[in-house]
């Protein structure tokens, strides 16, 4: 059912209307009569598509139900019980009812009343619904709750026998008229009155001039005659930069058969193609190390990531960038807090000086406890640093040290060549470092040696030009013997060369 402009109407058999009938329409609410209420309703939503009208009931009196009728009549759905031994009779009654002839209500549109049909015309059928109710207030109930075998069977009579309008009846299309490409496909059309749901009776088709004529040819469209088929792309030929790349492109028939590419109508399309694998350029980037040891104690690793990376920011397979190069991935690091390490003490060592003041050593390592009579080497960051047991200490109270004899640096020799001297100073002096007179004089080092003995070179007289004298106290130079420094050498070079073949004559 569909909702309409029509409406239902509803009175008693004294003409009184109890909802519509008269102007206005009524209002859907609930409305007394018969002994029963109505609840009337107008487009609820699903429950109520159209209009609907129902009461409990029973209904004492005689009502008339009828539609004013606005609109074409897209059917009625009702239903409504009674007690089953009246059934037999009203069967008998609902056989012999014909619709009243309509009479007109001045000035309300034309009300029908009697029975209503799902078919209009062409036949139809009308079943009655036995139903289980309550005899005192014709509730209905559930069918467990009457007697099964005072179930009536179900009543089914036709309705509605007259012929429907003769109309415009096609046939099924017919095939399309090609395999391939555009094509018609035809059908027969012929105006058929409907005698009965199963049979329709050709009539002439000047009973249908009144219709427009169904179309009995339309356009069809197989699967095209030829097309192009177009492959995958090749692989770039390059893995990075731009490159080229290729595909197959055939003329194909509709049979599948490889046509010559002049027998494709649309335009072929491209073979090669240019590729951009991205920039070649590439480097290893990576994150910060990590914010925590991977150790809770002692020593652990700090993690970060490392990824090869084009300039233009696309990642690439580590392979792509040198491995020499790469970046470490992790590296060591030490938790403040030790691992529950003992420190444990080797011996004490000799002391280092019979004498004076020495100091002795020995081994301290830090041990990790396996059990109780086992223990293996840790790093000394599984203990506490500031329990570790000292490494050194002073001697016990030695003897004091005879005095030594000490001696300062050499001086510098009197003479760069023909034998100079040096000399240097001794002292002797106790273990607090003062001077002593108790050292053993025949141990005391000695004082001055000879130093630069080699023979210094002969000057040849008057062999070069440009030996002269640049000073006025060329004589106090080579009296004061200064003749064999480079520098008086070179200032006093004729004075000093005479002097030299004086006291050295070939």
């Not at 390592?365 to 000292?390: D, G, H, I, Q, Y």
Request: hydrophobic content about 25%; overall charge positive.
């Amino acid at each position: 059912m569909k909702s309409s402009r029509n409406f239902l109407a509803l009175k008693k058999d004294d003409d009184t209307y109890i909802i519509n009938g008269r102007w206005p329409r009524s209002s859907p609410g609930q409305y007394k009569a018969s002994d029963t209420v109505f609840h009337y309703n107008r487009h609820a939503g699903k429950s109520c598509v159209g209009e609907c009208l129902h009461a409990q009931g029973p209904i004492a009196d005689k009502l008339i139900l009828q539609l004013l009728a606005y609109d074409r009549n897209p059917g009625i759905f009702y239903e409504y019980t009674i007690p089953s031994g009246m059934v037999p009779k009203i069967l008998h009654k609902m056989k012999n009812i014909r619709p009243p002839p309509p009479r007109q209500i001045h000035p309300q549109p034309q009300a029908y009343s009697g029975q209503f049909y799902s078919q209009t015309c062409g036949g139809g059928t009308q079943e009655t619904r036995i139903l289980c109710v309550k005899m005192n207030s014709q509730v209905v109930v559930t069918d467990d709750n009457c007697d099964p075998d005072e179930k009536l069977p179900t009543q089914t009579t036709a309705c509605n026998t007259k012929p429907c309008q003769a109309r415009w009846t096609p046939s099924e299309w017919s095939p399309c008229s090609v395999s391939c490409g555009e094509g018609k496909k035809t059908r027969h059309v012929e105006c058929q009155e409907k005698i009965s749901p199963t049979f329709s009776k050709r009539v002439s088709a000047t009973v249908c001039l009144n219709q427009t004529r169904l179309p009995t040819v339309t356009k069809c469209v197989e699967k095209p005659c030829s097309q192009w088929v177009v492959k995958e792309w090749s692989k770039c030929s390059v893995e990075c930069g731009l490159g080229h790349r290729k595909r197959e492109v055939r003329c194909v028939g509709a049979d599948d058969k490889v046509l010559t590419d002049r027998k494709c109508t649309e335009p072929k399309p491209t073979t090669s193609d240019v590729c951009d694998m991205g920039s070649c350029a590439k480097a290893w980037f990576f994150t910060e190390w990590s914010k925590e040891c991977s150790a809770s104690c002692g020593h652990g690793l700090l993690h970060r990531k490392v990824h090869c990376s084009a300039d233009n920011g696309e990642s690439l397979p580590d392979n792509k960038c040198k491995q020499n190069t790469k970046p470490k991935s992790e590296k060591t690091c030490k938790s403040e807090r030790p691992c529950g390490g003992l420190w444990f003490t080797g011996p004490w060592s000799e002391c280092t000086a019979t004498c004076g003041q020495g100091v002795k050593v020995r081994d301290v390592t830090c041990v990790n406890k396996l059990n109780r009579n086992s223990f293996t080497v840790a790093e000394e960051s599984n203990c506490l640093k500031e329990e570790k047991p000292a490494t050194e200490e002073l001697c016990e109270t030695l003897p004091d040290c005879p005095p030594e004899w000490y001696t300062s640096q050499w001086t510098e020799c009197s003479a760069s060549c023909g034998t100079g001297s040096k000399s240097r100073e001794t002292k002797c002096v106790d273990a607090n470092l003062k001077q002593s007179i108790l050292c053993d004089i025949s141990e005391r080092p000695v004082t001055r040696q000879s130093c630069n003995t080699n023979s210094c070179l002969q000057i040849p007289l008057n062999t070069d030009p440009m030996c002269r004298d640049h000073m006025k106290q060329c004589k106090m130079v080579v009296q004061a013997r200064l003749c064999p420094y480079p520098y008086y050498k070179q200032r006093c070079c004729e004075t000093c060369r005479k002097h030299y073949h004086h006291h050295h004559p070939s």
